[in-house]
Antibody, heavy 126, light 107 residues
């Protein structure tokens, strides 16, 4: 059973950089293709931040692209999120997730999230 | 960017009733739509993939339909544990997007 766990500071100062790590257990990060970050401001909906392939290629949502970097460290079975120049609008619960669902027959459906971390609240405040 | 518009924003029903949730895409996404359930303090859980396929372990009372731009999630007879927020999601075209959610509340 794959498990994901987010870690990082819960409080970041305005104009600083938000840095989070997602540790994958129960399987190798190399065995799955895509790993994502999704965030959810308090009381609001879900926003896809970006994703990284285990080979290193990335996709970032356009509204955040200039501030986001996602990287992977296969040796530690981790992937990470850096979001620079943060403001109060970046306050949210940040989730890491695996994109790509295998059904009970082993067929692969690449567009959906099957495993998620429990989420970590990051507050941007001085 | 594909915008997913969910309706209604809030749906008030009683246990045992039928729930119908809608998701409309701003352009055609074929059948590449997923539905998720999220309860307070929890991560979303995949219910439906490719518009109409139930994920492993999802009860048969959950069903999905639609293609192109119009999609529906139906819960045939609501159980107390079904009251939650539901999101639709697409990734066939980057950036992947979520709908704004439908809150299913107890009447």
């Amino acid at each position: 059973q794959v498990q994901l766990q987010e870690s990082g500071p819960g409080l970041v100062k305005p104009s600083g950089t938000l840095s989070l790590t997602c540790t994958v257990s129960g399987g190798s990060i190399s065995n799955s293709k895509w790993w994502s970050w999704v965030r959810q401001p308090p009381g609001k909906g879900l926003e896809w931040i970006g994703e990284i392939h285990n080979g290193g290629s990335t996709n970032y949502t356009p509204s955040l692209k200039s501030r986001v970097t996602i990287s992977v460290d296969k040796s530690k079975n981790q992937f990470s999120l850096n979001l620079s120049s943060v403001t109060a609008a970046d306050t949210a619960v940040y989730f890491c997730a695996r994109r790509g669902y295998f059904d009970s027959s082993g067929h692969y459906y690449p567009y959906y999230f099957d495993y998620w971390g429990q989420g970590t609240l990051v507050t941007v405040s001085s | 960017e594909i915008v997913l518009t969910q309706s209604p924003a809030t749906l008030s029903l009683s246990p045992g009733e039928r729930a119908t949730l809608s998701c409309r895409a701003s352009q055609s996404i074929g059948s590449f739509l997923g539905w998720y359930q999220q309860k307070p303090g929890q991560a979303p859980r995949l219910l439906i993939y490719d518009a109409s396929n139930r994920a492993t372990g999802i009860p048969a009372r959950f069903s999905g339909s639609g293609s192109g731009t119009d999609f529906t999630l139906t819960i045939s007879s609501l159980e107390p544990e079904d009251f939650a927020v539901y999101y639709c999601q697409q990734r066939s075209i980057w950036p992947g997007t979520f709908g704004q959610g439908t809150k299913l509340e107890i009447k």
